[in-house]
């Protein structure tokens, strides 16, 4: 197993259930500061929403980053948005593919997804900030999902993507209001029509108008008033 990834401690894995559930148990032992969990395959991904992430093995980078971030504790929040801006950086240096931000962190291109990222904490001790992005191909069985394959970049290592994700992750968390900036610069979010599925069952439906410091979305609704979103799933709309 290798050990190392750009001088940063790393778990390079053929396969495990997900490498979410090995950063998690290697961040409440030891892991330092941007250690990096690797697979090529899993057999047991886990996405957003208790679904779970499918990939055939070899065609996504399947990656959790282990932070121990000096943002205070009440901006851990931020952390899945700040995950979606360093891997769209990382995407983007190293393919030239642009990648927009489904609120609140899907990575899409071309409106269709083309990873996903899962954030657990320990707030104020580790975040695992776990990291999808296909590849090579999407699962036949997610008909609205792409990869950097469909997109163009046809010829892209996943451990040279891997180490600009470290990088990426490193300087976001080094300034967070900066790349809260360009966290909504890429919002493919803000200006849409969405319905707002919330944790509770509930929906809110309106115009995304922007977001919060704490990275809620602003819906202005049909009534005028504007409903902040936590958490949850956004769906756009056509404009009426
Ligand atoms: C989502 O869009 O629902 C989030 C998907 C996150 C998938 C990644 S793959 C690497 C890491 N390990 C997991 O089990 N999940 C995340």
Known sequence: MQRALMGRDAKIL????????????????DAPHLAIVVADAQEAGRGRQGRSWLADP???????????PTLEPSRWGLLPLLTGVAAAVAIEQRTGVHVGLKWPNDLVFDARKLGGILCEADPGEWAVLGIGINV?????????????????????????????LLSAVDAVLRSPDAAMIRYEERSVTVGMRVRASTLDGGAIVGLAIGLDPDGA????????EVARVHAGDVEHLRPE
């Open 136 to 164: 090579s191909s999407s699962p036949a069985s997610e008909t609205e999902a792409t990869s950097l394959a469909a997109a163009g970049a046809l010829r892209l290592d996943r451990a040279d993507l891997a180490a600009s």
């Open 58 to 68: 070899g065609d996504a980078l399947l990656a959790s980053i282990i932070v121990r």
């Open 217 to 224: 979305l602003q819906i202005e609704t049909d009534d005028g």
């Open 14 to 29: 053929e396969r495990c259930g997900s490498t979410n559930d090995v950063a998690r148990d290697w961040a409440r032992a």
